[in-house]
Each structure stands twice: as structure tokens, then as C-alpha cells.
T-cell receptor
Framework: DADVTQTPRNRITKTGKRIMLECSQT?????MYWYRQDPGLGLRLIYY???????NKGEISDGYSVSRQAQAKFSLSLESAIPNQTALYFC?????????????FGPGTRLLVL | QKEVEQNSGPLSVPEGAIASLNCTYS??????FFWYRQYSGKSPELIMF????GDKEDGRFTAQLNKASQYVSLLIRDSQPSDSATYLC????????????FGTGTLLAVQP
């Protein structure tokens, strides 16, 4: 079984709808992240969480919210989806470490907002 | 100036050749540097990281770091068609959080 899983893998929704993307991990890592990837813009950090009670905004958090339900689960919500939120979304995890702390990525969720 | 810059490519090399991928960064205080490989439609997977000046080798891959010039490179020896992918450079410039800043990636195409 994969260490980091994301559901759904693909989602089509309409403008204005609220949707939730879910991430689960069995790596036992405390730190979890949500990124979006757009062609030509690379990976951009939306939110990150260093433990269940520690949630922080990334560089592009507007229009998104998150919930860390447990050490192993981190969900991303789009409160009212808009077409420019169409992107590939990745969850990642890492274990607290020094400068070489490494992030491991889930398989991604492809989201299309019509 | 972008924090982490990569040439988008595509970089085309013949099978068996050495592919050289480059990345520059703007924050001189950056501590560590990561190379990820991403196949089309798939998630990034770690190839290797480097944090000391000089070279670090892992199989066919060599990472090179030059902090004075603020660049890091990835060499792939004996390139194979299966190496065709986008290579992402990521930089840790925040010692308090160890967050990563990603470049936009370089597309490598290895021609059989």
C-alpha cells in the first residue's frame, strides 16, 4: 500500500461548489503539506501543518482551508470553487529533521472546475 | 527575480549521453537542495539532496553544489529513455520550518 494516499484522484466540479480533497499517510510523519501545480508555475504551497494543532498558511492560501483531523490525515477544502483553481493538487509529508528534511508526495488529485 | 530558477527546456540528449540540469537560487542563506523527478501526470519523487559544496554521487546521478555562485546541478550519466521526465529543483531557505521552494522544472527528453 502507498505511504501517502489522496482521494479522489480526479474530480470535476462546478463553479461555486464546495469540495474537499483528502490526504492520508502511514509514514508516521508529523508534518503535512498541500501544494498545487500549474503548468509553468511549478509547485506552490497552499497550507502546511507541523502537528494536529499547528496549521499555517502557505504562499497561496486564499480560497482554501484545511483541517488536520489526526496525525495521519490532512484535508484541503475549496470553499467556493472557481475555474482558476483547476490544477493538480499534491499532498506531501515529512518527518521533523534538519536541513535535509525530505518531503514525500502523494499521487495527486487532478481537479477541474467548470 | 524568482527564488529558484530552472530552464524549462526541453533538454534533449541522446541515449547514453550525460544530461546536465541546472538550477540557480536567490537566497544566499539557503541550506539544502533537493532534486525530484516527475513523470508526466505523476507525483514528484526524490532523487537526491545535497547540502555541502562539491559533488555528491548516487548511482548514475551526481548533484553538484556551488554556494558561492548560488547554483546546483544534476548530472545524469548514461541517460536512458526512462529518464525522460521533468526534473524539479527545490531549495530549503528557511531553517526554522524547512519548507521547500520549488523551481518550475526542466523537461528532459532522452532520444533512443
Amino acid at each position: 500500500d502507498a505511504d501517502v494516499t489522496q482521494t479522489p484522484r480526479n474530480r470535476i466540479t462546478k463553479t461555486g461548489k464546495r469540495i474537499m480533497l483528502e490526504c492520508s499517510q502511514t509514514k508516521g510523519h508529523d508534518r503535512m503539506y498541500w501544494y498545487r501545480q500549474d503548468p509553468g508555475l511549478g509547485l506552490r504551497l497552499i497550507y502546511y501543518s507541523f502537528d494536529v494543532k499547528d496549521i499555517n498558511k502557505g504562499e497561496i492560501s486564499d480560497g482554501y482551508s484545511v483541517s488536520r483531523q489526526a496525525q495521519a490525515k490532512f484535508s484541503l477544502s475549496l470553499e467556493s470553487a472557481i475555474p482558476n483553481q483547476t490544477a493538480l493538487y499534491f499532498c506531501a509529508t515529512s518527518e521533523l529533521g534538519g536541513a535535509t528534511e525530505t518531503q514525500y508526495f502523494g499521487p495527486g488529485t487532478r481537479l477541474l472546475v467548470l | 527575480q524568482k527564488e529558484v530558477e530552472q530552464n524549462s527546456g526541453p533538454l534533449s540528449v541522446p541515449e547514453g549521453a550525460i544530461a546536465s540540469l541546472n538550477c540557480t537560487y536567490s537566497d544566499r542563506g539557503s541550506q539544502s537542495f533537493f532534486w525530484y523527478r516527475q513523470y508526466s501526470g505523476k507525483s514528484p519523487e526524490l532523487i537526491m539532496f545535497i547540502y555541502s559544496n562539491g559533488d555528491k554521487e548516487d548511482g548514475r546521478f551526481t548533484a553538484q553544489l556551488n554556494k558561492a555562485s548560488q547554483y546546483v546541478s544534476l548530472l545524469i550519466r548514461d541517460s536512458q529513455p526512462s529518464d525522460s521526465a521533468t526534473y524539479l529543483c527545490a531549495v530549503n531557505n528557511d531553517g526554522a520550518t524547512n519548507k521547500l521552494i520549488f523551481g518550475t522544472g526542466t523537461l528532459l527528453a532522452v532520444q533512443p
